[in-house]
């Protein structure tokens, strides 16, 4: 009943910045917490940054002073502003929400993903 759909993912050098968006659809009441994971070649999948409905936020230590989150709650969509680009932030990026739909029904979905590829 939900679906997530992540964009702007791509090919940027080191000290870089790019920005991800993710818009969330279907039958949502509300959304509890809206985040960003990660996983790169050969690891496992990780928590990168999220934000709740409130707008409080968390941020993995790898990512702190160069990583923003941010949510439009009316929109339903998150953004992921990345500054200040390593190349060990490589990796295909997820954007996840749990919340209910308006059958007030728990819902725990994925995107699809985007590249992300820092490198000279």
């Known amino acids: 009943q939900v679906q997530l759909v992540e964009s702007g993912g791509g090919l940027v050098q080191p000290g870089g910045s790019l920005r991800l968006s993710c818009e969330a659809s279907?039958?949502?009441?509300?959304?509890?917490?809206m985040g960003w994971y990660r996983q790169g070649p050969r690891k496992e999948r990780v928590p990168v940054a999220a934000i709740t409905s409130g707008g409080g936020t968390n941020y993995a230590d790898s990512v702190k002073g160069r990583f923003t989150i941010s949510r439009d709650n009316a929109k339903n969509t998150v953004a992921l502003q990345m500054n200040s680009l390593k190349p060990e932030d490589t990796a295909v990026y997820y954007c996840?929400?749990?919340?209910?739909?308006?059958?007030?029904?728990?819902?725990?979905?994925w995107g699809q993903g985007t590249q992300v590829t820092v490198s000279s």
């Open positions: 279907g039958m949502i009441s509300t959304i509890s917490v």
């Open positions: 996840h929400a749990d919340g209910y739909t308006t059958n007030l029904k728990l819902f725990d979905v």
